[in-house]
């Protein structure tokens, strides 16, 4: 039986009775290399209080604030006709097979006169009773009874499973129509205050105060609960009434015994009956399993009389059942069951079972009692009759609805189990699971058939999780591709309570089996789920951990949806996403992470340290207390930290953050602009600048002055006795004798050296000091201020004109020198007319100790002016 058809299939019929359309040609095998394209991921949209929610099966659900336009409106209640169809898809599906008979409610007629007598009033009532008991069949026939009492009509709502939130958007999907619309608490709770209803809850589970507080969120609502005398009772307070159903007596139970087999019991079934309303304490689930226990013993008493009618070969009528197993009958007769097998009938029942129902209940163990869908069966089984093994069960009373499914019933999975129906329970856990990921993941079923069969899957996951190992390269296991495909699922049919189950369960499977991959989706979809209830701090931890698993795997597609949900959070929580919560920009774009090592400054710029409050600038210190390293006493030099969380003292807006960022690289551009204008205008002036006053032409081409090899000299021209001349080089200034004898002491320039001989005249000077009156010898300038005097040769006349001059070079050619590596002049000069006359100069007096201080500097110190020797001087 197709799962994804819920028609009948025989005859090559559709269920309506029409020709089945022909089925479309399949896809050649050699196309794409034998590859079939893959099927598009489902999305699912929803609206979840103020978020609008996309299911996301690859990536991750993504998540934002609900655009205005996308937010529906107020939602509406449900009509009468739409309130019976979804109570009609509440009730599990009848199994395929015979009918069964319809059996009474007996002595119960006093109980149920009460609970609807006090729903009628606006009372909640606490049905309690054992299981078995028969409160599920009670509760069915009191919802009947008031099915006008309330103007919203009655409501048939399950708590297995369920916590009093979940059971508040059961109630608000039960009664108003909001598809594709998860409200938020504070919502949820005024819409359900308004619905008026009698609300039928079975099997509910909890007490205490989440009991209180479901009643208080829904003061226009009768509620009739069903309970097992272990569930926390309701507060001491609480507005609510109880009433506890008992067991049959032996009267009611001989009765429901005979309306079970059809027939009249004999003597000796009747005393066997009374052993067993002793031994059962009058509960009606044993009396209807043991008429399932007399109906089979009548069916192999007739198989065994038709064999001795008909023969061996011959054709046995149809109301002979045959059986699987050896009854040992012996003389045509097949005893009753014995006290013990009454009491536990369950392994006795399924031996005379068919092999197809057998297997459904050693997949029921397995499960923890969930049975699958019938349409699951024949996959399961591998039968394709197998769905017609539910109904088998269902008449031994082996099951028992439970919602929309069905259960093993009260006691039978302990039975079954002793009696080694749950020694293969880990390999049906695991077929049961690998045929539930195919189907949970394929494009044609919905998730709200999904959420029905959630009770089987999560059972499934329960079963394989601790058992997880790494799987080999290049699988995945099957706990965790269970969980992959029914989790958007579950997500996408409001079934977040399941969903949150399959998530946790998923996230343990991934980390047993080393799925950096999964574990990252899971932990993602944990984030968004705990984002969804208003958790933060619990969506911020699971959203940095699924972000850090997806940036060890370079998954840039999932780290871009954990990082815009991250931004959601931080938004919420009032925090400055730029600076703790790792690189989102405002927009929640992704922008590259820097490297642990090395210094990386936030999207929107680094906050100033001692701006920000609760940050104080370090005081100077006192003058005279710095420290060798530069700082003062009790200073250390300011260190700005930003932490990776959420939070931080730095919030600035967006908009900050980015005219910070502009700020800072007009900054920077400003300065490099400046920097080469400087440079460019230097590079300018100095290619613009007088070529006279380049450094170049001061500076001789000759190599520095050093001692020769065959003499003590610096490679300086030497003069000749009684003459001069310029430095090879072309330096300015005049060169000054100096004395060669160091005196007694040996030492030169001290006071005993001898006084050096005379210049400028045809006659020795009678001057110790070698300078001449102003009267004779033309040795001063016209304005007597003494002019140095330079050695020249004998025999010729000393000048009179530009030679005087200290920048006027020396008409005498410059005598060579001995030391080879000095060179010639760089260029030839000019050689002035000795006749003209030369301008008066200061002159300064030449002492033994050295020169004194003039304007003209010796040849032993630096120029402390350039002095231009390109330009000619003037001839008066």
């Not at 040992?328 to 009753?336: K, N, R, T």
Request: hydrophobic letters at 35%; a negative charge.
């Amino acid at each position: 039986m197709d799962p994804n058809n819920q028609g009948s299939e025989e005859y090559g019929h559709d269920a309506d009775g029409s020709t089945p359309r022909q089925r479309p040609p399949r896809d050649a095998l050699t196309s794409d290399f034998g590859q079939h394209t893959p099927a598009l991921a489902r999305t699912v949209q929803l609206v979840s209080g103020d978020y609008l929610l996309t299911v996301n099966p690859v990536d991750g659900s993504e998540i934002e604030v609900c655009p205005p336009g996308e937010r529906p409106g107020r939602p509406v209640k449900l009509t009468a006709a739409e309130r019976a169809e979804i109570t009609r898809a509440a009730k599990p599906h009848v199994p395929p097979g015979p009918a069964r008979p319809e059996l009474p409610l007996l002595e119960r007629d006093g109980e149920r006169e009460r609970l609807v007598r006090l729903l009628a009033r606006g009372r909640s009532v606490r049905l309690i009773g054992p299981a078995g008991s028969g409160r599920t069949t009670l509760l069915d026939a009191v919802a009947a009874d008031c099915a006008d009492l309330a103007p919203d009509g009655v409501v048939r709502l399950t708590g297995f499973h369920r916590t009093q939130t979940d059971l508040l958007y059961d109630l608000f999907y039960a009664v108003y129509s909001a598809p594709l619309y998860r409200p938020e608490p504070d919502e949820l709770r005024a819409l359900v205050r308004e619905a008026g209803a009698v609300v039928v809850l079975d099997d509910v589970e909890f007490g205490g105060a989440a009991l209180d507080e479901l009643l208080d969120a829904t003061p226009e609502c009768a509620f009739l609960i069903s309970a097992t005398p272990d569930v926390p009772a309701p507060s001491a307070d609480s507005m609510i009434e109880e009433l506890f159903l008992d067991g049959l007596d032996r009267a009611g139970g001989l009765e429901l015994l005979e309306r079970s087999v059809g027939r009249v019991l004999t003597e000796e079934e009747a005393n066997w009956a009374g052993d067993l309303w002793f031994e059962s304490e009058g509960l009606p689930l044993r009396f209807v399993q043991a008429g399932a226990l007399l109906r089979q013993r009548d069916g192999l008493r007739a198989r065994t009389d038709a064999v001795d009618a008909f023969g061996v070969f011959g054709d046995i009528p149809a109301d002979a059942q045959p059986s699987d197993t050896d009854t040992g009958a012996e003389d045509d007769v097949v005893p009753l069951p014995s006290l013990a097998e009454g009491a536990a009938p369950a392994p006795l029942l399924a031996s005379r079972l068919s092999a197809s129902a057998r297997d459904t209940l050693r997949f029921a163990v397995a499960l923890g009692g969930e049975v699958p869908h019938q349409a699951h069966l024949p996959a399961l089984v591998g039968d394709t009759h197998a769905d017609a093994a539910l109904g088998e069960l269902l008449g031994c009373a082996l099951v028992s609805p439970v919602g929309s499914h069905y259960r093993l019933a009260a006691g039978v999975r302990t039975q079954l189990e002793a009696a080694g129906y749950g020694e293969d329970a880990q390999d049906r856990a695991l077929t049961a699971a690998q045929h539930y990921a195919w189907w949970a993941g394929h494009p044609s079923v919905t998730p709200e058939r999904v959420c029905a069969e959630s009770d089987a899957l999560l059972a499934a996951l329960a079963v394989l999780v601790p058992e997880n190992t790494p799987p080999a390269d290049d699988e995945e296991t099957t706990a965790v591709r269970l969980a992959r495909t029914a989790a958007p699922a579950f997500a996408a049919g409001l079934y977040w309570s399941a969903w949150e189950r399959v998530l946790l369960a998923g996230a343990e499977a991934a980390r047993l089996s080393g799925e950096v991959s999964e574990q990252a989706y899971f932990q993602h979809e944990l984030g968004i789920l705990a984002l969804c209830g208003d958790e933060l701090d619990l969506a911020r931890t699971e959203l940095e951990a699924a972000i850090g698993l997806r940036g060890a795997l370079a998954d840039k597609r999932g780290m871009v949806a954990g990082r815009r949900a991250l931004t959601l959070v931080a938004d919420r929580a009032g925090d400055t996403p730029g600076l703790g919560s790792g690189p989102v920009s405002a927009a929640g774009e992704e922008v590259p992470d820097a490297r642990y090592e090395e210094s990386a400054s936030p999207p929107g710029g680094v906050p100033a340290v001692f701006g920000a409050a609760g940050h104080t600038p370090p005081q100077p210190s006192p003058a005279g207390s710095a420290s060798a390293s530069g700082y003062g006493a009790g200073e250390f030099p300011a260190t700005l930290i930003s932490s990776r969380s959420g939070g931080g003292a730095h919030k600035v807006s967006g908009i900050q953050r980015l005219v910070g960022g502009a700020r800072r690289n007009i900054v920077a551009v400003g300065a490099g602009a400046l920097l080469a204008a400087v440079l460019g205008t230097v590079v300018t002036l100095g290619a613009t600048s007088n070529p006279g006053d380049a450094p170049s032409d001061r500076v001789g081409v000759n190599p520095s002055a050093s001692a020769g090899g065959d003499d003590d000299s610096l490679g300086a021209d030497k003069a000749d006795d009684g003459s001069a001349g310029n430095d090879s080089n072309g330096d300015t200034g005049t060169a000054t004798s100096r004395p060669t004898d160091p005196g007694p002491d040996g030492t030169m320039g001290t006071s005993d050296d001898p006084t050096p001989p005379p210049t400028g005249g045809d006659e020795p000077s009678d001057e110790p000091t070698g300078t001449k009156t102003p009267g004779g010898g033309g040795s001063t300038g016209g304005d007597g201020g003494g002019g140095t005097e330079s050695p020249r040769p004998s025999g010729h006349p000393t000048p009179t004109g530009p030679t005087d001059d200290p920048t006027t070079p020396d008409p005498t050619p410059p005598t060579p020198s001995s030391d080879p590596t000095t060179s010639a002049p760089a260029s030839p000069e000019p050689t002035p007319d000795p006749t003209t006359p030369a301008p008066s100069t200061p002159a300064t007096t030449t002492t033994a100790s050295g020169p004194a201080s003039s304007p003209v500097q010796t040849a032993s110190e630096p120029a402390s002016a350039p002095v231009d020797t390109d330009t000619p001087t003037p001839v008066i």
